[in-house]
Every structure is written in C-alpha cells, then in structure tokens.
C-alpha cells in the first residue's frame, strides 16, 4: 500500500514538472542558429556556382584529374553504382565511367544551398546526355552535396548523387 501511495505521489509530482522541462524559450537552439540560408549571400553563391561550372566543364570533357580535384583527400562518393572513398577512387571511377559511357552534355541546379557551422550543404538536379552503345542516351537525377573549405578553395567532402526513375524527365 505504501509503494501504491509513493508511486502515485511521484507521478504526481512529475506531471507538474513535465509542462517546466517542456516550456519553450526565446533564445534559439545554438546548433540551428549557427544554420543559414545562403541563396541570397553573393560571395557564397559566386564560390559554390564557380565550383559547379567547373565540375560541368570536367563532365563535358570527360576529365576525370579535374572533376577528382574538386574533392577533398577524404570525400565520398555516393552513387548508384556504389560509394567510392578518397580522391583517387573517385578518379577512377569516373575514369572508369567516361571510358564506357563518354558525356557529350552534362549541366546540373541547385535548388538550395546552406551553412552549417563550417561546411556547405546544398542540394539540386543533374541531367546528361552521354554516348550509349545504340547513340545518345539522356539521363538525369538528383544530387545533395556538403562542401568544405580546403585550403583557399570550397571543395566536395560528400556527394550523392542518385538516378531519376525512367518515367520522370527533367529538362534543363
């Protein structure tokens, strides 16, 4: 009887407490603070835009040295046909890719584009038209990306970049 009556004592007391802990505050949550919104930031949209032009340009010539050296040491890759660790198996695998499959035209957007603390996160649609076995084959997907600053320069720690089911087109 006595642990019944303690018990429901301490629920008790907790249900007054509960509303405490749970009142919100008006001083923002540090981590989401430190989160922004970077569309509207000329000097990062002129820094990431110029990254992407020249990853475009690495795609249209098949250049997979400098598509790879606009990764990190470390980055990762993620892709529909695996995920790829450090600069040199990136390389390759792009390498690789443009052998099989040469890019005749390739362009991605982003369509967001934030910082978080240090890094850059942004995310977009890609579409490629590469050389298939029977001619040219449009492609197209989605991407997210997080950037970090290396050295002087804004460069890929993680990208992702995945295939749009068959039936979904995008145009440029």
């Given at each position: 009887m006595?642990?019944?009556?303690?018990?429901?004592?301490?629920?008790?007391?907790?249900?007054?407490?509960?509303?405490?802990?749970?009142?919100?505050?008006?001083?923002?949550?540090?981590?989401?603070?430190?989160?922004?919104?970077?569309?509207?930031?000329?000097?990062?949209?002129?820094?990431?835009?110029?990254?992407?032009?020249?990853?475009?340009?690495?795609?249209?010539?098949?250049?997979?040295?400098?598509?790879?050296?606009?990764?990190?040491?470390?980055?990762?890759?993620v892709a529909p046909d695996g995920m790829f660790f450090g600069r040199q198996a990136i390389q390759k695998r792009y390498a690789d890719t443009f052998q099989r499959w040469p890019i005749t035209t390739s362009?991605?957007?982003?369509?967001?584009?934030?910082?978080?603390?240090?890094?850059?996160?942004?995310?977009?649609k890609w579409w490629t038209t590469r050389q298939g076995e029977t001619g040219p084959k449009f492609e197209s997907g989605f991407w997210s990306a997080i950037y970090v600053r290396d050295g002087d320069a804004w460069k890929i720690r993680l990208l992702t970049v995945s295939d749009a089911p068959r039936f979904i087109a995008y145009s440029p």
């Open positions: 006595k642990i019944r009556l303690l018990l429901a004592l301490a629920g008790f007391a907790i249900s007054f407490a509960v509303p405490t802990f749970a009142q919100q505050t008006n001083t923002p949550d540090p981590q989401i603070a430190r989160q922004r919104d970077l569309r509207g930031d000329p000097n990062a949209l002129g820094e990431i835009n110029a990254l992407g032009l020249k990853m475009d340009e690495a795609f249209n010539q098949n250049d997979a040295v400098a598509l790879s050296a606009l990764f990190t040491e470390d980055a990762v890759l362009s991605g957007q982003g369509s967001c584009l934030n910082a978080i603390d240090n890094a850059i996160w942004s995310t977009g």
